[in-house]
Nanobody
Framework: QVQLVESGGGSVQAGGSLRLSCGVS????????MGWFRQAPGTERDWVAGIETDGSTSYADSVKGRFTISKDNAKNTLYLQMISLKPEDTGVYYC???????????????WGQGTQVTVSS
């Protein structure tokens, strides 16, 4: 079965940086879309960023200018570079693949297990 495994989460002070990775057990260039989502305890999961096969990227307004999504198809790995982190960025971050645009990129075919990011003030 296909696995997506996030790593790179941890605790950081406000203003700090983290780089999340999502290793995939199959070719990432087979996906029409990959994205990152996050969820705080007791809240719904929200879309954060996405990247399409042509390399075009998109971001939630709350992270625009601070987060950068990228992928390395040679390594079958998706990345999320996060800078200028804020306490409201705290949550479990999930990577996902093949999320239909018609459904708001929130219903994906494949999901990772998540990695915790905690930003303290």
């Amino acid at each position: 079965q296909v696995q997506l495994v996030e790593s790179g989460g941890g605790s950081v002070q406000a203003g700090g940086s983290l780089r999340l990775s999502c290793g995939v057990s199959e070719a990432t260039d087979s996906y029409y879309y990959m994205g990152w989502f996050r969820q705080a305890p007791g809240t719904e999961r929200d879309w954060v960023a996405g990247i399409e096969t042509d390399g075009s990227t998109s971001y939630a307004d709350s992270v625009k200018g601070r987060f950068t999504i990228s992928k390395d198809n040679a390594k079958n790995t998706l990345y999320l570079q996060m800078i200028s982190l804020k306490p409201e960025d705290t949550g479990v971050y999930y990577c996902a693949a093949d999320c239909p645009r018609a459904l708001g990129r929130n219903q994906c075919r494949l999901w990772g297990q998540g990695t915790q990011v905690t930003v303290s003030s």
